[in-house]
């Protein structure tokens, strides 16, 4: 037994006597994508009405290898890539599909979710390499959407999001409106439409806070219409955040923080996203979230853990999300080599097993893509 399958059994042994949904089981490891030419992070992952898996990621150049000191987020070469998996995550293919280029500079966290007509929605957002002084610098500009009907094998877009209203001061590099953009899942509602929690600069520049907002789309993300606030605070900073519809139709947000010690905050929507209720402490320390519904009905909650020991954590919460403060919490692995690692990503398999996703590195080492498969 390993270190990261000891930590795991052992905190689930220990807490499965005292609450229901600590019964998660470890099966072990896998690496979905490794290069040692590439920066390798952020994935997100789909199954498709096939069984076949998608996780999506973003690739960059291992710049180390042209005697840059260290890696960054930012890149003018980082691209939207996919790689695919046709018996559950065993293999997966070698060489990455691209999803899209920008030819502005380099996107971000490709966030794809499934949709109940076979199409595949993406998400991401665009840093832009500005020329000029001693040191790379970059200037961010804002999100943009793309879709695929066939499969991911094509892509149609890059669809742009509006602003969020009232916020007209926030630019882009060539002056014009920010367009919204997230890290997080976007969730398809029972109605068919998609729901995005977006991030947005405070319009007061003397407030470098952000704070999430909700964008709906009727047309499989083409357009997108302001709804509501979800989380806003004059001292805490929201910014990366999944939404779920819980079994009764509740839209909840899981959301990470700056200024309030990284703890996670969930915000709820009884009204189909029209208004959020005051979000609330869940009392603990993780980003970014992803939840998935489990066979039995239950919610399977994963999250990034960068403090020591560093790596991937889990809880598994009831129908509804409300046992978020006292559910156990479960390590799926602590043996990542700093904090630069995480952003894990859920799909639900067959006979009662997951497979998560997220981007790991030890020693400060070359980042790939990994994942943990589980069962319940």
């Known amino acids: 037994m390993n270190r990261r399958q000891f930590a795991f059994s052992s905190l689930a042994a220990a807490s499965a006597s005292s609450a229901a949904g600590s ?164 969730c398809q509602r029972r109605d068919g439409r998609l729901y995005w929690a977006v991030a947005y600069p405070k319009a007061n520049a003397a407030d470098d806070h952000t704070d999430i907002h909700l964008m709906i789309s009727a047309d499989r993300g083409e357009t997108w219409t302001y709804s509501c606030p979800i989380a806003t605070d004059s001292k805490v900073s929201f910014n990366e955040t999944s939404l779920y519809e819980t079994a009764q139709g509740d839209l909840v947000a899981f959301v990470r923080t700056a200024a309030m010690n990284d703890h996670t905050v969930i915000a709820r929507s009884r009204d189909r996203g029209k208004s959020f209720e005051a979000y609330q402490d869940a009392g603990w320390q993780g980003h970014p979230h992803h939840a998935a519904r489990l066979a039995d009905g239950r919610v399977f909650l994963v999250y990034g853990y960068r403090h020591k020991p560093h790596g991937i954590r889990a809880r598994v919460l009831d129908a509804e999300c409300t046992n978020f403060a006292a559910a156990p919490e479960a390590v799926l692995c602590d043996d990542g080599g700093g904090s630069d690692l995480g952003y894990p990503w859920a799909v639900v398999l067959p006979n009662r097993r997951i497979l998560v996703t997220y981007y790991m590195q030890h020693n400060d080492g070359l980042r790939y893509i990994g994942g943990t498969l589980l069962s319940y």
């Not at 009405?49 to 998608?54: D, M």
């Not at 996780?55 to 840059?68: C, D």
């Not at 669809?159 to 002056?175: A, M």
Request: proline share 8%; aromatic share 10%.
């Open 23 to 186: 019964e998660l089981t470890k099966i072990k490891d896998v690496t979905i994508y490794s290069s040692d030419q590439h920066y390798c992070a952020f994935p997100s992952i789909v199954r498709r009405p096939n069984g076949e898996l998608i996780v999506a990621f973003r690739r960059a150049p291992n710049r180390r290898l042209i005697g840059e000191m260290g890696y960054s987020h930012t890149d003018s070469n980082s691209y939207c890539v996919l790689v695919r998996s046709r018996d559950n995550g065993e293999t997966w293919t070698k060489e990455p599909e691209l999803i899209y280029a920008h030819p502005w500079g380099g996107s971000q966290d490709p966030c794809i979710v499934q949709l109940r007509d076979g199409s595949i929605v993406c998400a991401s957002y665009l840093w832009m390499h500005v020329v000029g002084g001693e040191r790379r610098r970059f200037a961010f500009q804002g999100g943009y959407v793309m879709r695929s009907d066939d499969g991911a094998r094509t892509w149609k877009g890059p669809f742009t999001p509006p602003p969020v209203p009232d916020r007209g001061g926030v630019k882009d590099s060539l002056g014009r409106p920010l367009p919204a953009y997230n890290r997080g899942a976007i």
